[in-house]
């Protein structure tokens, strides 16, 4: 039953990931007028993938001000990492923490073999060694079935998409709605002009938050899994959710912590209804639901 729903969760994403390839190209298309388009934003993809493979962990630290901590710097969160580590069979990464009330967690790397965990020193105030333990095995998860890497690409294309739309925006106040590939001036290249500024960024950043989704509930199965420890990790995340709403991470403004929101085990952006209608996390009360259903299976699933 787990590896079917698994591999149902796997082929969601695959298909999302094509769905977000193509609203690029298709902006591409509508952007040019023809097949060039099409063709120079597949490279303009291809790029950024490269891009995202080899750098994406370095912005993010760079980024969230995450420092590297070693066994003497920081022996218990070490000790629970080494835990975790042998119980999901995959090499050690890399420790860093970040200087924050706000308690979070969060994993990056292109590879298992490449990999990072960052924690708050927020979150090892308010969490016990078993609850943080079930989060370390949560982004262990992360990384044991690279979402880390999924999610970066993903993230890149749509900072691409919402790039190329603000382009657009642009160029129909200033540019007069001209000049642009084979439409020009015509009503289709003003409607292409418009779905490239309105409806392209708006579907990118649904089609982002329904992968990142995706992946976060497969982490939270996968950490469940790993650590032993599903109730535990249910109640990491019921504090998590309350200490991320009283305490935001002050270090970092909003709009720098946006492109790399969706790595956090819980949400670190302020919340209101358009954020969470593109929320890149699922509800905490529907993860702690199925927390529990792992812990306490109803008779008739094993049938």
Known sequence: MQSSKHLMNTVKTIV???????????TGLLWTGDISGVILFLFIALALNF?????????????????????????DLHAIVDEQVSLAGIPKPKVFIMETDSPNAFATGRSKKHATIAVTTGIQRILDEEELGAVIAHELGHVGNRDTLIMTMVAAIATAIGLIAMIARFSMFFGGMGGRGRGGGSAAGIIGLLVIAIVMPLAALLVRAAISRA?????????????????????????????????????????RLEPVSHLFIVNPLKGSTISRLFSTHPPVAERVRRLEAIANPPLWSDR
């Open 215 to 255: 992946r976060e509930f497969q982490a939270d199965k996968t950490g469940a899994a790993t650590s032993g420890r599903p109730l535990a990790l249910a109640r990491a995340l019921q504090k998590l959710e309350h200490g991320s709403e009283t305490q935001r991470i002050d270090n970092i403004s909003q709009e």
């Open 16 to 26: 999302l990931m094509a769905v977000m390839t193509s609203l690029l190209l298709l």
């Open 51 to 75: 891009f995202t493979f080899w750098s994406s962990d370095k912005l993010v630290l760079k980024m969230s001000g995450a420092k590297l901590v070693t066994i003497d710097d920081a022996p």
